[in-house]
């Protein structure tokens, strides 16, 4: 299965306390290995399976950290969902 969604991590803005990690559906969040300028291990998406639910965003108490992307269903899937075909999957 495709992703669906893309996240950037502000890792200047990350304190590190593994609540987007913990909250993922997919578990597609991590914690760096390596630490940050402020001494911590910043979350960071390796760059597959996100679903583009959101859920990291409202989880994360640092505004500005995350931010999620929902991304656009492929104009061959989304003529066949207009023409009445197949529905949408489930998440």
């Known amino acids: 299965m ?4 893309n996240i950037t991590i502000n890792i200047e803005e990350c304190k590190g306390c593994g609540l987007c990690v913990e909250s993922c559906p997919p578990k597609c969040l991590e914690l760096a ?7 911590v291990h910043p979350a960071r998406y390796p760059g597959r399976d996100c679903s583009g639910c959101g859920i990291c965003f409202y989880c994360c108490p640092e ?24 529905h949408a999957p489930a998440l």
């Open 63 to 86: 505004p500005g950290a995350i931010t999620v992307y929902r991304l656009a269903v492929p104009p061959k899937a989304a003529a066949r969902l207009h023409a009445g075909g197949e």
């Open 2 to 5: 495709s992703p669906r969604g």
């Open 33 to 39: 290995p390596e630490l940050s300028h402020y001494g």
